[in-house]
């Protein structure tokens, strides 16, 4: 099963195996040898689920390869390589974003039955919606610091575009030293 298991990190891109392979290696041993422990149904599947894994994430850098080349990647590598450092799921912005809104409209409901109600205690009336609202000026903020960002990403992605490419293109060693004449 071993065997079979290193041949199928063969599968995987020579550069992304040469960064990646020996940490899946071990990793995958680690997996097996807990599975062992388990017992033979445990083991088998394991090694299904591994073996499944292995084939899966093959094609897909594969396909990454294929559509997003290195020359042209408008996608930051660093964000597609495996990385330690913690990051939110992308979820979480989205969840952040709801709960928010959920805060947002409960305030403005509690405005307008603070200012619907008499402050002497007198039976209550229909409660009258506020004249203004709050949603729609944070809709509007949030849709405004939204076309901010993009325009900045633009920026950035256009300045990284142009200067980190041409420096990388310089030779320094090719330029003549300081006193010395191309002809000399």
Same mark, same amino acid.
């Given at each position: 099963?071993?065997?079979?298991l290193?041949?199928?990190?063969?599968?995987?891109?020579?550069?992304?195996?040469?960064?990646?392979?020996?940490?899946?290696?071990?990793?995958l041993?680690?997996?097996?040898?807990?599975?062992?422990?388990?017992? *033979?149904? $445990?083991?088998?599947?394991?090694? #299904?689920?591994?073996? =499944?894994?292995? !084939?899966h994430?093959?094609?897909?850098?594969? @396909?990454?390869?294929?559509?997003?080349?290195q020359?042209?990647?408008?996608?930051?590598?660093?964000?597609?390589?495996?990385?330690?450092?913690?990051?939110? *799921?992308k $979820?979480?912005?989205?969840?952040? #974003?709801?709960?928010? =809104?959920a805060? !947002?409209?409960?305030?403005?409901?509690?405005? @307008?039955?603070?200012?619907?109600a008499?402050?002497?205690?007198?039976?209550?009336?229909?409660?009258?919606?506020?004249h203004?609202?709050?949603?729609?000026?944070?809709?509007?903020?949030?849709?405004?610091?939204?076309?901010?960002? =993009?325009?900045?990403?633009?920026?950035?992605?256009?300045?990284?575009?142009?200067?980190?490419?041409?420096?990388?293109?310089?030779?320094?060693?090719?330029?003549?030293?300081p006193?010395?004449?191309?002809?000399?």
């Amino acid at each position: 099963m071993r065997a079979l298991l290193r041949s199928l990190l063969y599968l995987y891109p020579a550069a992304y195996r040469a960064e990646y392979g020996e940490e899946m290696w071990i990793v995958l041993e680690e997996v097996q040898t807990h599975a062992k422990k388990m017992g *033979p149904l $445990a083991q088998t599947l394991s090694f #299904t689920r591994e073996a =499944a894994g292995l !084939v899966h994430g093959a094609l897909q850098e594969h @396909a990454r390869g294929i559509l997003f080349p290195q020359d042209f990647s408008f996608i930051p590598q660093r964000r597609l390589s495996m990385r330690s450092e913690f990051r939110f *799921p992308k $979820a979480t912005v989205a969840l952040m #974003t709801v709960i928010l =809104a959920a805060v !947002v409209v409960a305030i403005d409901k509690a405005k @307008a039955i603070s200012a619907s109600a008499p402050h002497a205690s007198l039976p209550m009336g229909p409660i009258q919606p506020l004249h203004y609202s709050v949603i729609s000026t944070l809709l509007i903020t949030l849709a405004g610091l939204g076309v901010c960002g =993009a325009l900045l990403w633009a920026v950035l992605f256009a300045l990284h575009r142009s200067g980190t490419q041409r420096l990388s293109d310089l030779n320094p060693s090719a330029s003549p030293r300081p006193g010395k004449t191309i002809l000399s």
